[in-house]
């Protein structure tokens, strides 16, 4: 009886250790990737050197972007 129980509880460590070893690989949530800044820069970049600022009233000012 002693080694019955003995047993039991080494096989239940090996499986909880197994199910552990086998949940970190699973992925739950996808991974983000963020822009790099010079790609950033580089669009902004494109945007404001097309852009005509034109005036609408005295105190009024519109931006045109070709973005």
């Given at each position: 009886m002693k080694i019955?129980?003995?047993?039991?509880?080494?096989?239940?460590?090996?499986a909880i250790s197994l199910g552990i070893i086998a949940a970190r690989d699973l992925n739950?949530?996808?991974?983000?990737?963020?822009?790099?800044?010079?790609?950033?820069?580089?669009a902004i970049s494109y945007c404001w050197d097309l852009a005509t600022i034109q005036r609408q009233t005295e105190r009024q000012w519109q931006i045109h972007t070709y973005c």
């Amino acid at each position: 009886m002693k080694i019955d129980l003995y047993t039991k509880g080494i096989l239940t460590i090996i499986a909880i250790s197994l199910g552990i070893i086998a949940a970190r690989d699973l992925n739950v949530a996808p991974t983000a990737y963020a822009q790099s800044r010079s790609d950033m820069q580089a669009a902004i970049s494109y945007c404001w050197d097309l852009a005509t600022i034109q005036r609408q009233t005295e105190r009024q000012w519109q931006i045109h972007t070709y973005c």
